[in-house]
């Protein structure tokens, strides 16, 4: 059944309601898709980024750590809003942008918004496996080591596998906390679902339905998100679970 | 060097407002914070789910839904109730909901329900040989609160308030969506007039940057109070 046909259906219930028409029940979706979408590549980008930033925030080379620890400090010490402007606003200011092909992204505030986000959960995500690899067991180490395992053999195999079992609560946390954040990608005129809820507003001035329905359509996603970690955890985290029988 | 365009010193005052929504936000957050955190490890059945609700509602909603929630619907809300009491008892009075006010209750009742999940894993963490001495003592609830329980629980609750002060501090960027004259606010008209996002926006995250670092000394401070008798941490 295609998105036009469920409206449709859902239109005969809603005979009479002013506000909840097809339309705005439409501009919703389009928000939620929106939001899913924004929120969804900004993680996928984030976590690819924070591995190996975690990896090297650990290293020995000072030069190394030192600069990725200034770098989640920053980005985690300021508020996302603050970062969200220097993209939307200042992309446009980098001297030649608007003669190269990098133009085309830096117009549609989609791509400015999506940079901020991705940077930001990536140095949150990078802290959160850090202090996860930091508590790898000694023993671990140890025993792969006593098996001649290299160094990236080790990490590979041993290190970031139970690290990224150890992360998983602090990353689910992290993953809702995106999906909280993103609500402000409505400031720089991205049609989220805070986006629609802000027009079904404005329009109907009805400030109660039209942000309670959006209040439980971002509640039903943060507790889908739980409840998908809580499953991952109950997995992959049995070792872990205290055995009282 | 400060000047700014001129907006220098708008951009300090801008500062102090953050930092006054922010303090006024987190004393409503610690009160309700205990309030509730009380209310989850009572026995009433009734409290206990009314706790529950409340942090699981807040935990559900992003802080900018709750906000524009508030600072749009809270007046006509406001308004219907003391329209009603002057149809029923003929008292007249006027509520105004502003932006400060609304951004600092949202903010303060966002993290109220965060601050309750600190406290209660605080509460419980307190030896109960401790309240077990106080009550042989004979100390009533309220003094076995204010002399045993709070002090004690205080050394616990203490890294977690420290992590929540700090994204409040945060949080407070987002009174600048509903209007009000913070230093995002300033740095974001500014940005609007000269064409110049890094010269305003950097400041501004220098600014938030140095009020982190000043509290967390406080925080190193207070955690040494409260741990004196407990060696080192």
């Known amino acids: 059944m295609s998105v036009e046909?469920?409206?449709?259906?859902?239109?005969?219930?809603?005979?009479?309601?002013?506000?909840?028409?097809?339309?705005?029940?439409?501009?919703?979706?389009?928000?939620?898709?929106?939001?899913?979408?924004?929120?969804?590549?900004?993680?996928?980008?984030?976590?690819?980024?924070?591995v190996p930033l975690a990896i090297g925030r650990g290293s020995p080379l000072k030069l190394v750590s030192k600069s990725i620890w200034l770098y989640t400090y920053i980005f985690r010490g300021t508020p996302l809003l603050i970062q969200l402007y220097l993209a939307y606003y200042g992309f446009a200011f980098v001297p030649g942008i608007q003669d190269s092909w990098l133009w085309f992204f830096v117009q549609d505030p989609l791509y400015p918004a999506l940079f901020a986000f991705t940077l930001n959960t990536a140095a949150y995500t990078t802290e959160i496996f850090h202090g996860a690899i930091k508590s790898t067991a000694k023993g671990e180490i140890e025993a792969a080591r006593?098996?001649?395992?290299?160094?990236?053999?080790?990490?590979?195999?041993?290190?970031?596998?139970?690290?990224?079992r150890r992360a998983l609560p602090a990353y689910g946390n992290e993953v809702i906390f995106m999906l909280h954040a993103s609500a402000i990608a409505s400031v720089v005129t991205i049609m989220d679902l805070t986006g629609a809820a802000y027009y079904v507003y404005s329009r109907f001035y009805a400030p109660f339905p039209a942000f309670i329905f959006v209040a439980f359509i971002y509640m039903a996603l943060s507790f889908s998100i739980q409840g998908f970690f809580r499953h991952l955890e109950k997995r992959l985290l049995v070792h872990l679970k205290p055995n009282n029988r | 060097m400060i000047d700014l365009h001129g907006y220098g010193p708008r951009l300090f005052e801008g500062a102090l407002l953050t930092f006054e929504v922010a303090v006024l936000s987190v004393i409503?957050?610690?009160?309700?914070?205990?309030?509730?955190?009380?209310?989850?490890?009572?026995?009433?059945?009734?409290?206990?789910?009314?706790?529950?609700?409340?942090?699981?509602?807040?935990r559900g909603v992003p802080d900018l839904?709750?906000?524009?929630?508030?600072?749009y619907g809270g007046q006509i809300g406001i308004n219907a109730f003391t329209d009603w009491l002057y149809d029923a008892f003929g008292i007249d009075i006027f509520i105004n909901?502003?932006?400060?006010?609304?951004?600092?209750?949202?903010?303060?009742?966002?993290?109220?329900?965060?601050m309750a999940e600190t406290f209660r894993g605080a509460f419980l963490a307190v030896d109960e040989g401790q309240l077990?001495?106080?009550?042989?003592?004979?100390?009533?609830?309220?003094?076995?609160?204010?002399?045993?329980?709070?002090?004690q629980?205080?050394?616990?609750?203490?890294?977690?308030?420290?992590?929540?002060?700090?994204?409040?501090?945060?949080?407070?960027?987002?009174?600048?969506?509903?209007?009000?004259?913070?230093?995002?606010?300033?740095?974001?008209?500014?940005?609007?007039?000269e064409h110049a996002p890094f010269l305003f926006m950097l400041p501004v995250a220098v600014g938030y940057l140095a009020i982190a670092s000043v509290s967390e000394l406080f925080f190193k401070w207070l955690t040494k109070r409260y741990n004196v008798g407990f060696g080192e941490t």
Request: net charge positive; aromatic share 10%.
């Open chain 2, 132 to 151: 077990e001495a106080a009550r042989a003592y004979g100390m009533n609830s309220w003094k076995i609160f204010k002399r045993v329980h709070f002090p």
């Open chain 2, 97 to 114: 909901i502003n932006a400060f006010v609304a951004g600092t209750i949202t903010i303060g009742i966002i993290f109220g329900a965060y």
């Open chain 2, 28 to 58: 409503l957050a610690l009160l309700l914070g205990l309030v509730t955190a009380t209310a989850k490890l009572s026995r009433s059945r009734l409290l206990h789910a009314f706790a529950t609700l409340y942090t699981t509602v807040i």
């Open chain 1, 146 to 164: 006593a098996f001649g395992m290299s160094k990236a053999m080790m990490m590979r195999r041993i290190i970031l596998p139970s690290a990224f």
């Open chain 2, 153 to 193: 629980m205080m050394r616990h609750a203490l890294p977690g308030l420290g992590n929540n002060w700090m994204v409040l501090l945060k949080t407070t960027a987002l009174v600048s969506i509903i209007g009000l004259a913070d230093m995002v606010k300033i740095a974001d008209e500014a940005t609007k007039a």
């Open chain 2, 65 to 71: 839904v709750l906000m524009l929630l508030l600072f």
């Open chain 1, 5 to 50: 046909q469920l409206l449709q259906t859902i239109a005969g219930y809603l005979n009479g309601n002013d506000i909840f028409t097809v339309n705005t029940l439409g501009m919703y979706w389009d928000g939620f898709v929106n939001t899913v979408q924004l929120v969804f590549i900004s993680l996928l980008i984030g976590l690819a980024l924070a």
